[in-house]
């Protein structure tokens, strides 16, 4: 079980850290962090090999958003930086078996999704 937390109605430039807790542990490969915006499909922001806390970026974010993790929590964090009106939309993170990291299709487990808002 996932649970993300930490969203919220921020203004443009403010930063922004979003957690994921995973219940009772964390027993895949990897988990990534995916968004939302209404009319659009899902999009891959990061991912983060749990064993080695090597990190992956989407290109939209790569530079602004900072994806880690603390195994002995079982949750990982994404780190929001710089945060643009675009960047509204809902976020979730998922966890993974497989070495694909940036596809939705190859997670099979997500949270419930934590809204965040930016305002120009």
């Known amino acids: 079980q996932l649970a993300e937390s930490g969203g919220g109605l921020v203004q443009r430039g403010d930063s922004l850290r979003l957690s994921c807790s995973a219940k009772?542990?964390?027993?895949?490969?990897?988990l990534g962090w995916f968004r939302q915006a209404p009319g659009n499909e899902r999009e891959f922001l990061a991912a983060?090999?749990?064993?080695?806390?090597?990190?992956v970026y989407g290109t939209s974010v790569r530079g602004r958003f900072t994806i880690s993790r603390d195994p002995a929590e079982n949750t990982a964090y994404l780190e929001m930086n710089n945060l643009k009106p675009a960047d509204t939309a809902v976020y979730y993170c998922?966890?993974?078996?497989?070495?694909?990291?940036?596809?939705?299709?190859?997670?099979?487990?997500w949270g419930q999704g934590t809204q965040v808002t930016v305002s120009s």
């Open positions: 009772p542990t964390f027993n895949r490969y990897a």
């Open positions: 983060i090999v749990w064993a080695s806390g090597t990190p």
């Open positions: 998922a966890t993974t078996p497989s070495i694909r990291l940036s596809s939705p299709t190859d997670y099979d487990y």
